[in-house]
């Protein structure tokens, strides 16, 4: 069972960046892709970002595209996510999420972390 574990959540003025980590326990051909989703209050949760281990091909949500970078480190089984211009908008709580492929969906992907929460102050 794989584990995902994010982390760098916190609470920033509009404007501002933050850079969420995701550690997953493994790296398998079953979780070659990973993701990041988001969720706001009273708000389904929706597709932010993806990559994959094996590729260089990142994959970006229209209302983050140009802000946010999603990277990784094979080395350290290590996703990020680097948020920059945040807006208030971006609050929410932002899950990791691993599968066998690329997609945009929440059912396309069968591991999840926690989350962590984001909260932009304008």
């Known amino acids: 069972q794989v584990q995902l574990v994010e982390s760098g959540g916190g609470l920033v003025q509009a404007g501002g960046s933050l850079r969420l980590s995701c550690v997953a326990s493994?790296?398998?051909?079953?979780?070659?892709?990973m993701a990041w989703f988001r969720q706001a209050p009273g708000q389904e949760r929706e597709f932010v970002a993806a990559v994959r281990w094996t590729g260089a091909s990142t994959y970006y949500a229209d209302s983050v595209k140009g802000r946010f970078t999603i990277s990784r480190v094979n080395a350290q089984n290590t996703v990020y996510l680097q948020m920059n211009s945040l807006k208030p908008e971006d609050t929410a709580v932002y899950y990791c999420?691993?599968?066998?492929?690329?997609?945009?969906?929440?059912?396309?992907?069968?591991?999840w972390g926690q989350g962590t929460q984001v909260t932009v102050s304008s």
């Open positions: 493994e790296r398998t051909f079953s979780t070659d892709a």
């Open positions: 999420a691993a599968d066998r492929s690329v997609g945009v969906k929440v059912d396309e992907y069968k591991y």
